[in-house]
Antibody
Framework: QVTLRESGPALVKPTQTLTLTCAFSGFSISTSGMCVSWIRQPPGKALEWLALIDRDDNRYYNTILKTRVTVSKDTSKNQVVLTMTNMDTVDTGTYYC???????????WGQGTLVTVSS | SYVLTQPPSVSVAPGKTARITCGGNNIGVKSVHWYQQKPGQAPVVIIHYDSDRPSGIPERFSGSNSGNTATLTISRVEAGDEADYYCQVWDSTNDHQDFGGGTKLTVL
């Protein structure tokens, strides 16, 4: 079955760089149209799409965050990595990875990982 | 980016019908997906492509999309439907997507 699991630090300091890994199984990102996104959710707030990477290594970013966010993948390891620089307290929240094919809904999500930004 | 507007909250008595709207400029030409999120859990898609239900989603959940508004309708609301609901669309060029601000459904 399809699974995704996020991992990374639970606590980062302001100005530091956050690196999160999404390890997935049960599907191949090499499948036509397949993509993996990162989506975050501050406590008590709405979902916010951050970035997407597809089978052809096309990468798309949230316009507001694009100078701080990078997404990459390791197809052989079935992993997608999110890097976010210059972390701030407002970046505190749960970070999810999720998979979709273009235009379709996100049908499988990781359980999410809570990242707290605090000194 | 494309702005999706949802009411922050909707309240409904058990057994009644809840309607949650998602407003966007000419959203009727886009495909809208709806997610249900319960506390401490990841979102789950409950309506895709405006009005289709994924396998396992009760028939009480339905969707429509026309003009500038997409609507999620929950019939015969149950206490277990209490959750946050989000609409989502893909940009027409598929290089961006947006979520609505979410609606908290309260069952009275």
């Amino acid at each position: 079955q399809v699974t995704l699991r996020e991992s990374g630090p639970a606590l980062v300091k302001p100005t530091q760089t956050l690196t999160l890994t999404c390890a997935f199984s049960g599907f191949s990102i090499s499948t036509s149209g397949m993509c993996v996104s990162w989506i975050r959710q501050p406590p008590g707030k709405a979902l916010e799409w951050l970035a997407l990477i597809d089978r052809d290594d096309n990468r798309y970013y949230n316009t507001i965050l694009k100078t701080r966010v990078t997404v990459s993948k390791d197809t052989s390891k079935n992993q997608v990595v999110l890097t976010m620089t210059n972390m701030d307290t407002v970046d505190t929240g749960t970070y999810y990875c999720a998979r979709a094919t273009y235009g379709s809904p996100y049908d499988h999500w990781g359980q999410g990982t809570l990242v707290t930004v605090s000194s | 980016s494309y702005v999706l507007t949802q009411p922050p909250s909707v309240s409904v008595a058990p057994g009644k019908t809840a309607r949650i709207t998602c407003g966007g400029n000419n959203i009727g030409v886009k495909s809208v997906h709806w997610y249900q999120q319960k506390p401490g859990q990841a979102p789950v898609v409950i309506i895709h492509y405006d009005s289709d239900r994924p396998s396992g989603i009760p028939e009480r959940f339905s969707g429509s999309n026309s003009g500038n508004t997409a609507t999620l309708t929950i019939s015969r609301v149950e206490a277990g439907d209490e959750a946050d609901y989000y609409c989502q669309v893909w940009d027409s060029t598929n290089d961006h997507q947006d979520f609505g601000g979410g609606t908290k459904l309260t069952v009275l």
